[in-house]
């Protein structure tokens, strides 16, 4: 059968830091040998693409985020023939593999800037951004606003200022530079040939800097990844690139351009709205961010996540909103970082595997494709007192030995302590114990994967949001070709009912997904459903 060129639509994407996954030859970081190893897992889970933090060449201030050589696996992980051995085992159980194209900035440890920095007259100078006056683009936020105190960082080397929008050993790349753009078109190439199926393109609205400007989302940046795009579909058909562009829906739009800049973006601002609706019991900060979502072209998709490898960012929403979210999540200042809240999924909603499903099944049913944080398929802790975003990048827990079986170094060798209180410690949360289990989470995780699958509509389908008068119910139909989904979420602790205006769908009958348990027909009357606290029901309208 010929690929699918939309192949991302119905994709179910798992996120991982191959550091965290499997240590197979004990240096205490997991490398891509042991990722390998542990693909039979993720085929059985059911996920059909790996998106793969970076795994280059670094200095790991930045986990990898801050590069000092682009054509390098880093040795801890392994050796380019190991990468190249897991795409293609990767490949054999038909999962795609995004890795990370890390446009914007290096690692000062990149040779690029050892020579840029070196004098003002060096060849590599134009690689990146530098100025006398660091007044220059003084509109710009700061994003690590908890390390940074500016966008400029002062170079003793070469007596300049130069421009970073994270942390300051990660100096931003100079785009208005014909060579900056050649270098990382070569290098876009280079893993393409590798055979991956796409890229996460990071940190993409800050290419470029223009004066009186935010220095975000600017016209040069988009046609920038046009051009970039045009190379991509030039040398493959299917593959991809997915924006990390941390904006508002209407700023992310044009990142899909007219369907020829970023097949996928993630939608940053439902996923707060999530966490909030959940904990208001009410379904409308989920319906206005919704309704503030532009159409996109019909070959895009948005990524829809609830946790990931950052922090729960908090930059898109009002300052009231982010106030509620701190209050509610992160009473605990040592859990906040820069404007938001280090913590994973489970922590988040109190180790309550009910709410753990509602997030999971707003996740999979709304709009998009879903990405899965590692690690949260069997609702692993976090520890708040490791630094920076560590805590939630914690090694992977697959059974109750010694350092969760993740390595066998003694455990101070470890890239980072393995999760060990009584609550998601190891020995308590691990992928051995939930195998055998079939009420844990993990099984359920592989259900809900299952089902989906069946159905284009969840990941293709158009959606409307049901009328009704009961707000703690959020309740949505999603339609595709011939397959009419209902979909009915309780956000509330307690049992409620709702009635649904169905008269539309006349004659059918609702077929719950999970059961293939057949509910009442639809009539003329109002549909009457009863929830319990934190239930959800996905249906089909079955024709019949
Ligand atoms: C992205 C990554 C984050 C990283 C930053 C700088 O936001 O998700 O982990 O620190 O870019 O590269």
Known sequence: MPADPLWYKDAIIYELHVKTFFDSNQNGYGDFPGLTQKLDYLQD???????????????????????????????????????????????????????????????DQHPWFLESRFSKTSKKRDFYVWTDDPKKFKDVRIIFSDTEQSNWTHDPVSGQYYWHRFFSHQPDLNYDNPEVQKAMMEILTFWLNTGVDGFRLDAVPYLFEREGTSCENLPETHAYLKKLRAELDRLYKDKIFMAEANQWPADVRPYFGSGDECHMAFHFPLMPRIFMAIRKEDNTPITEIMQRTPVIPESCQWALFLR????????????????????????????RLNLGIRRRLAPLMNNGRRQMELLNSLLFSLPGTPVIYYGDEIGMGDNIHLGDRNGVRTPMQWNGNPNAGFSEVSAEKLYAPVISDPL?????????????????????????????????????????????????????????????LLIVNNLSRYAQAVELDMKKYNGREPVELWGNTKFPKIGELPYLLTLGPHSFYWFRLSKV
């Open 45 to 107: 889970l059911g996920i059909n693409c790996i998106w793969l933090l970076p795994f280059y060449k670094t200095p790991l201030k930045d986990d990898g985020y801050d590069i000092s050589d682009f054509y390098e696996v880093s040795p801890e992980y392994g050796t380019m023939r190991d990468f190249q051995d897991f795409v293609n085992e990767a490949h054999r159980r038909d999962i795609k593999v995004l890795i990370e194209l890390v446009l914007n900035h290096t690692s």
């Open 308 to 335: 990931n490898h950052d922090e729960l960012t908090l930059e898109m929403v009002t300052q009231e909103e982010r106030d509620y979210m701190h209050r509610e999540y992160a009473a605990d200042p040592k859990a």
């Open 424 to 484: 998601y410690g190891y020995q308590a949360i691990n992928v051995e114990a939930q195998s055998m289990t079939q009420s844990s989470f993990l099984h359920w995780t592989k259900r809900m994967i299952r089902v989906r699958k069946n159905f284009k509509a969840f990941g293709r389908g158009s959606i409307e949001f049901l009328e009704h008068k009961n707000p703690k119910i959020l309740a949505y139909i999603r339609a595709y070709e011939n397959e009419t």
